[in-house]
């Protein structure tokens, strides 16, 4: 059971189902665009080809406050000079 002093990225990864979800077999692999877990290339494919997912995670996508953490506050940082740069082209 996940204490309250465990991080929120540990906590959410604890909740997820632990089996493929194509094949059923253990999974090594979760999707950023979606969560979906996976075991293996083909079943990535499978995944991508059914649902039509394109497995990049959504750099814009609203995160609470709570659900912060080092990788998005990472990513968030790396997203503004990206910005920046798209702004300066117009």
Known sequence: MASAAQPVEQKAVANKPRVCEEC???AKYTCPGCGRRTCSLGCVREHKAASGCSGLRDRTKLVSKEDMNN???LSDYSLLPNTNKLGDLL
């Open 71 to 73: 990788l998005t506050l």
């Open 24 to 26: 059923g077999e253990e």
